[in-house]
């Protein structure tokens, strides 16, 4: 889609980095008529994760508007089909699609494969985005983290810090959120 926004809003664990996210996304619905999707990219891995997944859908049947939740792990782009041009799209989180993406069982973390997931990556936000009115990206500053000392961390980091940098430099808005309060990086151009 030709006039296609796209946020970044990014923050610690546990910032309230998502609640802000789909804040955003129904006020964007309410402004535009539009329709909200959550794109899920978590995998119910433990009893955290599971606790964590419940949360965030009880927070979407409180919402004053209706969600449509598809729930992709990798390939992205899938929910594309659901899409159009008053869609809402909040992809929830990065962080969890680049694990997805980057850590499959017996692929060697080499140049030629970080490089393929890093695209892969970033053509399907762009895809989504050529689908949907807006597109809302969610993600975690592990990367200010000590957690460099384990290679496939270090690489994680690296890679995840390499996509935040190519997202922002797209985004319209960009946002870092702190103890719950939204610190706006990067303005786009109002309307």
């Known amino acids: 889609m030709e006039n296609s926004r796209l946020y970044f809003i990014t923050g610690g664990v546990r910032s309230g980095k998502s609640s802000f996210a789909e804040k ?7 402004q535009s008529g539009g329709n909200l999707h959550y794109l899920a990219c978590g995998r119910s891995s433990d ?14 049947h409180r919402s004053p508007l209706a969600w449509r939740t598809s729930e992709y792990a990798t390939d992205v782009t ?9 869609s809402i799209v909040l992809l929830d989180c ?17 140049e030629g494969f970080l490089h393929k997931v890093f695209t892969k990556i970033i053509k ?5 985005r050529k689908e949907a009115q807006s597109l809302i990206i969610v993600s975690n500053e592990v990367v200010q983290e000590p957690i460099f000392q ?3 961390l270090h690489t994680y980091g690296k890679v995840l810090g390499l996509l935040h940098q190519a997202i922002v430099e ?4 960009a946002y870092l959120v702190e103890s719950g309060v939204p610190l706006r990086m990067k303005a786009g151009i109002p309307e």
């Open 24 to 30: 955003k996304a129904v006020e964007l619905a309410i």
């Open 150 to 152: 384990d290679e496939f």
């Open 78 to 86: 899938r929910i594309g089909k659901d899409l159009d041009a008053k």
């Open 94 to 110: 990065l962080t969890t699609l680049l694990d997805n993406e980057l850590f499959l069982p017996n692929v060697p973390l080499t």
């Open 170 to 173: 797209r985004a319209d808005e």
């Open 47 to 60: 009893a955290e994760m599971e606790e964590r997944i419940n949360r965030h859908r009880q927070d979407r």
């Open 124 to 128: 399907g936000i762009g895809e989504i």
